[in-house]
């Protein structure tokens, strides 16, 4: 979890139940709330199943402070590249998908800290050349099928976030489990 990320209450108990349910499991992950530097809610951050092809080519929506490891696929997979800035988790979570099943788990587990001094706000440019990295290095295809796979991937999403009711707002009973202000 970085440093101005939160873990809501129970979160750790849920994602634990998680891997005792799912032994097969590399990688674990629940949904998350955008929240500003105050802990006030922006939005929130409903996921779908975890889908290879979305994943890979359409966006990395695993929220990170949400995303739980075993310490066996983490040493497999060779731990974080300390030489990415701002991809260092996608880079990880494509290595830990060869180790194991990716689940999802629904329901809120942290919240992301979205404020002027992100590393995804000021380091765009950064952002950018790491991420086209990755998909040389994970994807290897053309830019050009990339750009054409990532635009129908982030359709595919959209479509599947929208069956699934991702973008309603949070019900006051989700306000108060994650503890955010009504």
């Avoid at 634990?16 to 006030?40: C, K, M």
């Avoid at 779908?48 to 890979?56: P, Q, S, V």
């Avoid at 290095?137 to 999403?157: F, G, N, P």
């Avoid at 959209?158 to 707002?169: N, Q």
Wanted: charged content about 30%.
């Amino acid at each position: 979890v970085n440093s101005d990320d939160l873990l809501f209450p129970g979160a750790l108990a849920r994602i634990a139940e998680a891997f005792r349910a799912h032994s097969d499991a590399a990688l674990i992950y629940g949904d998350a709330v955008w929240i500003d530097d105050e802990g006030r809610l922006l939005r929130a951050k409903r996921e779908i199943d975890f889908d290879w092809n979305i994943f890979a080519y359409g966006y990395c929506y695993i929220p990170q402070p949400s995303a739980f490891f075993r310490r066996d696929a983490y040493l497999a997979a060779g731990g974080v590249d300390a030489n990415l800035r701002c991809t260092m988790d996608y880079d990880l979570w494509h290595r830990l998908c060869r180790q194991g099943r990716v689940v999802h788990v629904s329901g809120f587990v942290s919240g992301l800290r979205d404020h002027a001094a992100t590393k995804t706000r000021t380091l765009g440019e950064v952002f950018r050349q790491e991420h086209e990295l990755l998909l040389r290095r994970y994807v290897k295809r053309s830019r050009t099928a990339c750009a054409t796979l990532y635009l129908w991937h982030r359709l595919r999403r959209i479509a599947l976030r929208l069956v699934r009711g991702c973008y309603r707002p949070l019900s006051c009973e989700e306000r108060r489990q994650c503890r955010l202000p009504a």
